[in-house]
Every structure is written in structure tokens, then in C-alpha cells.
Nanobody, 126 residues
């Protein structure tokens, strides 16, 4: 059974940085797509970024482009989301998810992903 575990969330001041980690029970070069999503109360879960294996396909939502960087280390079964220049509007619970059905060819959609972690809270506040 595939399991995903996120870590790295916390409280940070505006302009600060955090690095989220997503460890998958199995994450190989053949695993197509790991995505990061975020959710705030009263809003739909939104796709932030995704990364595919092989071709190195990567996507970022406009709201995080230039500030967030996604990367993967297959040897450690881990995908990272480096978040810099954080803003209060980045405050959310962040989830990683996995799909073996589709590559990362655009903004990740909730229904495209089959396996989910429990999430990690990111709070950006002074």
C-alpha cells in the first residue's frame, strides 16, 4: 500500500523560507507524478506544483512561480518543496499526493491523484 508522509511545516515570518518533504513508501524513477496541494478553510484544495520522473516535467501555479521549487530524490523516496519569500497568503495546510496514471503536464487537479498524505500546516505570520 502506498503511503505518503509530509513534514517540514511550521510558523514563519513573511519573507521567510520553509522546505517541505514528502516521503513515499515507493518512489522510483518510474513513478510518474508527485504533486503538492494546499488547502485553507472554506476554500477548495488547490494544486501548487508537481513533478514527473524521467522527462523532468515540472509545473508551478502562477501564485508560487519564482518562489517555490519542487525537486525529487528517488534514492530517498522523497519529493521536496522549497518555499522562499513566503507571504501570509501562503498560509495553508499542504498536502503531497501521487498518481501513477498521469504525468505532470499542467496544474495538478485533485481528481487526478490517487494517494494522499495527511498534510502539514504552514503558517506565515509576523
Amino acid at each position: 500500500q502506498v503511503q505518503l508522509v509530509e513534514s517540514g511545516g511550521g510558523l514563519v515570518q513573511p519573507g521567510g523560507s520553509l522546505r517541505l518533504s514528502c516521503v513515499s513508501t515507493t518512489l522510483t524513477a518510474e513513478t510518474p507524478n508527485i504533486g503538492w496541494f494546499r488547502e485553507t478553510p472554506g476554500k477548495e484544495r488547490e494544486g501548487v506544483s508537481c513533478i514527473s520522473s524521467g522527462e523532468g516535467m515540472i509545473y508551478y501555479a502562477d501564485s508560487v512561480q519564482g518562489r517555490f521549487t519542487i525537486s525529487r530524490d528517488n534514492a530517498k523516496n522523497t519529493v521536496y518543496l522549497q518555499m522562499n519569500s513566503l507571504k501570509p497568503e501562503d498560509t495553508a495546510k499542504y498536502f503531497c499526493a501521487r498518481t501513477d496514471r498521469l504525468p505532470c503536464w499542467g496544474r495538478p487537479r485533485v481528481h487526478e491523484y490517487d494517494y494522499w498524505g495527511q498534510g502539514t500546516q504552514v503558517t506565515v505570520s509576523s
